[in-house]
Structure formats: C-alpha cells, structure tokens
C-alpha cells in the first residue's frame, strides 16, 4: 500500500532559525496535504498542493510539492514559539480517498 | 469549530467491554473519517464514509465497527475492547474526499 515518510521526527531549534521538514510518498500523488497539531490538540489543516512542482506561502511558511508529486517540503523561516507543534503531511493517492499520514515531525522552539 | 463535535473526551473502560464513541458534524459533508492516533505512528485511518449508508475498510479496521445511518454521525463501536486500542480517536469531515478534512476534539481512550 501506499506509504509517506517524513523527516526529520523530531526538530528543536532556537527561536528564530529557519526549519525544514520531508515528506516522501513511495507512490505518486494526486494531492498532499498539511496540517498541525499543536500539543494536547487535533490536527488542523494548513494547506493543500496539488500542482507538479507546486509553491505555496503563508507568510512565514512555504510549501513545496515536487515536480514527479511524490514528495514535499514545509519551510518556516525565523521561527516563533508559536510555531511548536507536529506538523503532518498527508498524501492522496489512488482512486480512492484515503489520506495517508505521515508520522510527523515534532518542534519545539527554545526562546 | 463546533462544527464536528466527539463525545466522550475521555474515557476508561475494561478489557472486552463494548464502547462506542460518537462523532457528529453539521457541515452536511459527505466524507467522515476515524483515525486513531498511537506514539510512533502517527494518524491511521480505521474507517471511512462516503455518504450515508456507505463504509469502507482503512488501514487499521480489526477489531472496530461502523456505522453511518445519517449524514451528520459517524459512531465508532469497539465490540470487545483489548488494551492494544488505547489510543486517541479522532473523527474528521471533508465535503469530498479530497478535500481537507476538518478534525475533532479527539477522544482519549485507555482500556484496562
């Protein structure tokens, strides 16, 4: 079955450095997906990709879909504690509607 | 949002006790999903609808039943609970199946 990697699985940096989470699917997707969840809370949705070499920006954010749709990146520049949290992709794949997660990278921010 | 809503939020039963956890949502979306949620795992799809009357088979679906007679609820039933299916439970809605889907509070289940 359809299966997504992400990396790293967990990130602690210091307030203000950039971070840089991968998401790799081991089959082509129609569409991926982000979301956080900040500790003790549910996921919630971020973004969503669904163009061959797709770039995205929230503000700090920036999303990235790979030109062959199997893999994907989340930038954060200059990071803010607000921004702790576990931060999911989820691929689409196939004909049905299955959402596949990833495992989630964990980041904490020192101040 | 109070769009999808999880009942109980927590929740401590025996081993081969029946436990049903409620999902409703207001959103009138077609899709409705359960994940459970486990350290090093991640989010992993149990079961989902399409519509009212339609369900299928996730990654993860022994030892969990489902049901969807409306639209709006999803209940997810464990027929014999085992201490493997502690976990957090979350139900999540989306209009089509590949849109976004909008998650619940979750329900923190432990069984003894």
């Known amino acids: 079955g359809q299966q997504v990697m992400q990396i790293p699985q967990y990130q602690h940096v210091q307030e203000g450095e950039d971070f840089t989470t991968y998401c790799n699917s081991s089959?082509?997707?129609?569409?991926i997906q982000w979301y956080k969840q900040r500790p003790g809370g549910h996921p919630v949705f971020l973004i969503q990709l669904v163009k061959s070499g797709e770039v995205k920006k929230q503000k700090r954010l920036t999303f990235q879909f790979g030109e062959a749709k199997k893999n994907s990146s989340l930038h954060i520049t200059a990071t803010q504690t607000t921004d702790v949290g576990t931060y999911f992709c989820a691929g689409l794949g196939g004909s049905n509607y299955k959402l596949t997660f990833g495992k989630g990278t964990l980041l904490t921010v020192n101040p | 949002d109070a769009g999808i809503t999880q009942s109980p939020r927590y929740k401590i039963t025996e081993t081969g006790r029946q436990v049903t956890l409620m999902c409703h949502q207001t959103?009138?979306?077609?899709?409705m999903f359960w994940y459970r949620q486990d350290l090093g795992h991640g989010l992993r799809l149990i079961y989902y609808?399409?519509?009212?009357?339609?369900?299928d088979k996730g990654e993860v679906p022994d030892g969990y039943v489902v049901s969807r007679s409306k639209t709006e609820n999803f209940p997810l039933t464990l027929e014999s609970a085992t201490r493997s299916q502690t976990s957090v439970y979350f139900c999540?809605?989306?209009?089509?199946?590949?849109?976004?889907?909008?998650f619940g509070d979750g329900t923190r289940l432990s069984i003894l």
């Open positions: 999540a809605s989306s209009p089509t199946g590949n849109q976004p889907q909008h």
């Open positions: 609808s399409a519509a009212a009357d339609i369900t």
């Open positions: 959103w009138s979306h077609s899709y």
């Open positions: 089959t082509t997707l129609s569409n």
